[in-house]
C-alpha cells in the first residue's frame, strides 16, 4: 500500500460516524448525498461491506416522494454549519432531520461501479435489487416533480442542490433574488476557511432566501415549481439524472431483472425524452453546453446562463453527443489548459473566473472523475489521462483538499476531504503505473508553463 493510498484510508476513517461519513469534521458536519456516494466507492477499495453501510444510511433520508435530500442532519445540531436543522424544518417519514432539496444522483453510476468492480456475486446482485426501487424513485421524483410539463429536463431551485454552490453560471441571478424579510443568520464557513475562498455574503443571503421561501412554501414540489425564485435547467443534475438512467438499466440488467419489467419501460421512455431535450443546454454561439435560466426574478425565459463551467463537460458522461459537439468540448478542454492543472470549474479567460473561490475556478476531484470517464467514452484517451494525472499530482502536492488552485496547485477549503480521498483510492491509486510516463511529461509541461509566466 503506498503511502497517498494509507493517508486516504486513514482521512476516511476520520470522517467516518460509524455507519455514515461526514465530508469533513466542523466544516461540513453531517451526512451530504453525492459525498456520501463518492465516499463509498472509496470504501469499496478496501472494504466493501463498509461501502454498503454508506449507501443504505444516505437511502434511510428518503422522503416518501422519492426526493433524497441533500443534507441528513444525523448528529447533534452543530455549532460550526449553517443552516442547521432549525433553518430547514424537514423531516423524513422516519424522523431524520433533513435539508429540502436535494443533489446530483449520482447514486446509480456509484452502485454500478461497486457492482462492477465486485464482480457477480451474490451480495451485489442482493444490494443491486434493493436499491433498484430506491433509484427508480428518486429518479422519477425527479422527472414527475421537477419536469411537470415533460419538457425533457428537470429543474433545480437552490444552487446548493446542484452542487455548485457560487458558480458563475448562478451570479446575474443570485443578485436578483428577493432578500427583504431574510430572517437573520450567522455564517459559520468563514470562520473556518479563509473568505476568499468561500461564496460572497450577498451569495449566502441569497442561498439563505431561498431556503426561507422553500420552507415557507412547505417544499411542496407544484408550489416551487412555479414561484421560486431560482429556477434553472442545470447543467451538472440534467447530465447525471441522463447518466443514472443510463446506469440504473444496467443495473436491472445486472440481476436479471424481469420483475423490473416496468420500471425499464418508464426509464427507457425517460431517456429517450431527455436525449433530445439536452441539446437545448448547447450553446451554439460559446460552442458549449450551458444552464437554461427560467428564475422568475430574472425574466430570462429560458436563456442561456452565459459564460462556461466545467459541468458543460458532465455532458460527456451523460454521453450521446454529436461527432462536432465532442470536437467542440474537446478543444475547449485544450484551450483551458492556460491554468496549467486540469480542469477548473469555470473557464479561465471568463470575467468571473477565480482561482481560489470555490466554484469560480479551483479543480475539483469529483467532476474531474466524471469527466475523465466521459472522455475515455469518447476516445479522447489523452485528454482523459491528462486530467487523471493532474489529479493524482494535486493530491500528491496538497493533500486532499476540498478543491485546488488551477494556477499553482495549492490546497484550498477544507483538508481532510473524505470524497476527494475516495477519488484517490477508487480511481486514481489503481492508474498509478499507467499515468507514471504521462506524470513525468505534465510535470515537465508544468514548468515550461510557469517559466513562460
Known sequence: MSFLSDQARQTLAANDLGHYTIPRKMLYPFQWNWDSCFAA???????????????????????????????????????????GPDHWHARNPAG???????????????????????????QSRHKARTFIPKLFKWHQWWHEKRDPDMSGLVFSYHPWETGRDNSHDWS?????????????????????????????QSEYDAFMALVQQARSLDYDDMALYEQSYF?????????????????????IDFIGGAAFSAERKVIEKRIALSSGALQRLWNDAE??????????????RGRHTGGTSSAAFLSLFAGNLRPDQIDALSG???????????????APDGAGFSPEKY????????????????????GRHQQAANIATDTSLLMKK??????????????????????????????LEPLQNSLSDNEAQRLLYKAHQHNKS
Open 231 to 251: 429556477k434553472v435547467a442545470d447543467t451538472t443534475i440534467n447530465f447525471i439524472l441522463s447518466r443514472a438512467n443510463q446506469d440504473l438499466l444496467w443495473l
Open 332 to 346: 475547449l478542454i485544450d484551450r483551458w489548459h492556460k491554468t496549467v492543472f486540469l480542469l477548473p470549474s469555470y
Open 41 to 83: 466507492l472509496g470504501f469499496a477499495a478496501y472494504d466493501e461491506k463498509r461501502a454498503w453501510v454508506e449507501l443504505d444510511s444516505l437511502f434511510e433520508g428518503q422522503w416518501d416522494n422519492g426526493m433524497v435530500p441533500h443534507i441528513l442532519f444525523r448528529s447533534e445540531p452543530a455549532t460550526t454549519y449553517c443552516p
Open 96 to 122: 431524520i432531520e433533513t435539508s429540502g432539496i436535494s443533489n446530483p444522483p449520482v447514486a446509480a453510476h456509484v452502485i454500478r461501479q461497486l457492482c462492477e468492480n465486485t464482480g457477480d456475486t451474490e
Open 172 to 200: 446575474a441571478i443570485l443578485k436578483h433574488i428577493p432578500k427583504e424579510g431574510l430572517q437573520p443568520y450567522e455564517r459559520k464557513d468563514t470562520a473556518l476557511i479563509p473568505a476568499n475562498q468561500r461564496p460572497d
Open 287 to 300: 460552442q458549449a453546453f450551458q444552464p437554461l435560466d427560467f428564475s422568475p426574478c430574472t425574466g430570462a
Open 359 to 378: 466554484w469560480m475556478g479551483p479543480v475539483w476531484a469529483i467532476m474531474n472523475y466524471m469527466i475523465y470517464h466521459g472522455l475515455r467514452t469518447c
Open 398 to 427: 496538497g493533500g486532499f483538499a476540498e478543491y485546488y488552485n488551477p494556477i499553482d496547485g495549492a490546497p484550498l477549503g477544507g483538508s481532510g476531504f473524505s470524497w476527494t480521498a475516495a477519488m484517490w483510492l477508487h480511481w
